[in-house]
């Protein structure tokens, strides 16, 4: 925005601008319109005065626009007397826009960015140190476990080894990070020991399918989708997140259902999230009303790690 | 922990399973086959013997993305991929089966088969009847597909068809000659009268969605300011345009060239190539595909096309450096489209035909292959 303005204060003559704002992106009609006053305050800060008339001595027009890499801000400006536009471009990161929301008396989902990699991933786990000063990122793909710790801008590769098996991991393979049971569960593989002491964990063969298969929830009408019950409540019934329907192909949703007893009908509260693409793992977060999502980003093609956190909007 | 929550889990499973339960495959399933059917007849599988045509040597790099594990930053395949040969009938058909130690798991699918050199009518027939699973569609043909109920998939536009003026030939080297077809040709009506909308018009080397930028390239025909350029010149302008001899689409737009030119006063006459460009071509159409969605990567194949087919135009680019922002891409695209070596008409889409039992299939980004080690089969073989 800086720079923007900068470049357009930098050879424009006139102290009057007429500014114009386009927005081509994927920016809602909010951020946009943040961005047209913080762009206005820059240039007023710079000395010009902002005239709403296109009579003023140069116009100027901010076009918010994306690309494959980020979002293309492009500032245009023509003096009145100028032959010639000129044109400014600045790329700027595209950030996280799975959002929240929530009505009253229902389930309100907020999720949180925690990790991205161009590999599969098929769980995680966020261990954090007692005086919450530090965290640290387990990663679980098809025969691969990572630690990575958290420091101020980004997270550090620290410890990992690979699981051994004799046929390749399945395409569809499944696999969870259990913190509190001190496993990592693959097909037909379970690595035990302390998670947050990695080099004492040892892997062997397992049999038992029904660890990886049977912790789905099934919620009627979302009988193949992902699942999970939380473990909170909100006014006294059940909570359970369920993504979408569609195939793994498509952009998907996470919505929350409330639940009177575990005999009864499960009703949908509250406002779904939305993802980028599909969710392809949905976990309990331990004893928090939180869960852990998988998600295949289909824009960017990263593997996705989010906390969905619910609560209870009254 | 888990134990007790897997229990819960699977009576609640029970419990919740109501009347309205709808069922909806989202898992994948393994088993049956996959039959595909392309265009292109493809006689060897041996990267060393070159493709008889463009055709070929594109449907040549699908088949190794499938056989193979990767591509090596030189181009060439390494590695047992996701499907292995099982039977092989050069220029007819090919039939593979799938790889139980791929390194990325097997694929879901136990075998493809896919038939070779089916005319683009055909295989939009044999969609229509279920008698095959894949079939790629021309873009022109997309929109007659979908009416047919045939499924289609439509890639993000990544394939650009361009006017590219030959180096060297006398009748285009005056750039206003170049700038005066450039600016006659009306790009919308190729668009949608001959592709019948599927596809974009293009100003710029890059795609909007790619580089964000290509709002800022004018597709729009200005014939006014075309018509004073070419009157400048005497004698009048006259150019022969030359054009894939076996592709329809590049048939029709050099077709619509000719009268748009000639409402500019220049006149073109179309020439179709059968085999290498003849000589006396002063500017033919060419189709540019990207091979990244990344706009830096895609601007540098393209100007590597420019240099190995000894074009001018790519001075422009010859600072960009690796990590190029937005704003030097942008000028580097300026700066060959202002020269009018190389003027972009529309951005095509890959459009496929897909039959309603395949499932998980997405559309690939540019320079990935077709992602069939991923699709999965729904419901009983036909």
Known sequence: ?314 | MLRRLAAVSLALGLALAGATRVETARRPRYGGTLRVEIGATVSSLDPAIAAANSEEAAAKVQLATLIYDHRNPDKTFAGPGAFRISAWEPGKSVTLAANDDCRGGRPFVDSIEMRMGRSARDRLLDLELNKTDFAEISPEQARRAGERSVRISTSQPDELLALVFVTGRHAAEDVRVREAMARAIDRAAIVNFILQKTGDPAGGLLPQWSSGTAFLFSAAPDILRAKELSSQITPSPRLVLGYDFGDPLERSVAERIVVNAREAGITVTSDPIQRSAPLHLDAVLERWRMESQHPRESLANFIDVLRTESIDGGEACEALPAAATPEQIYGCERGVVNGYRVVPLVWLPQVYGLSARVRDWKAPAPGEGWPLADVWLDGEAP
Request: net charge negative; aromatic share 6%; glycine share 8%.
């Open chain 1, 1 to 314: 925005m800086q720079s923007l303005a900068a470049r357009v204060a930098a050879s424009t003559a006139h102290a009057t601008l007429a500014f114009d704002l386009k927005n081509m992106s994927s920016l809602s009609v909010v951020d946009a319109s943040s961005i047209r006053d913080a762009m206005q305050a820059e240039l007023i800060h710079r000395g010009f005065r902002i005239a709403s008339t296109p009579s003023a001595g140069t116009e100027v027009r901010l076009t918010l626009s994306g690309g494959a890499d980020s979002y293309v801000w492009v500032a245009e400006w023509r003096g009145r007397d100028e032959p010639q536009t000129h044109t400014a471009i600045v790329a700027v990161p595209k950030a996280s826009d799975a959002g929240a929301n929530g009505t009253k008396n229902s389930v309100r989902l907020e999720s949180k960015l925690m990790w991205q990699q161009p590999d599969r991933l098929l769980d995680f786990a966020v261990l954090t140190s007692p005086d919450n000063s530090a965290s640290t990122i387990v990663t679980l793909g098809p025969g691969r476990v990572r630690w990575y710790s958290s420091g101020a801008f980004q997270s550090e590769f620290s410890h990992g080894f690979d699981v051994g098996r004799k046929t390749p991991w399945p395409r569809d393979a499944r696999g969870i990070i259990d913190v509190e049971g001190k496993k990592v569960l693959l097909p037909e593989m379970e690595c035990q020991g302390d998670i947050e002491n990695p080099t004492q964990m040892k892997c062997i063969p397992s049999k038992d399918a029904a660890q990886l298969d049977g912790l789905r929830i099934r919620v009627s009408g979302h009988n193949d989708s992902e699942s999970a019950l939380l473990g909170d409540r909100c006014d006294g019934r059940f909570v359970i997140l369920a993504s979408g329907n569609g195939d793994w192909t498509q952009p998907d949703t996470i919505q929350g259902y409330a639940l009177t007893d575990l005999e009864g009908q499960a009703t949908v509260s509250g406002s779904p999230i939305e993802f980028d693409g599909p969710v392809l793992a949905l976990y309990r977060e331990g004893k928090q009303s939180a869960a852990r999502a998988v998600v295949h980003n289909l824009k960017t093609g990263n593997y996705e790690a989010y906390i969905v956190t619910a609560t209870c909007s009254r």
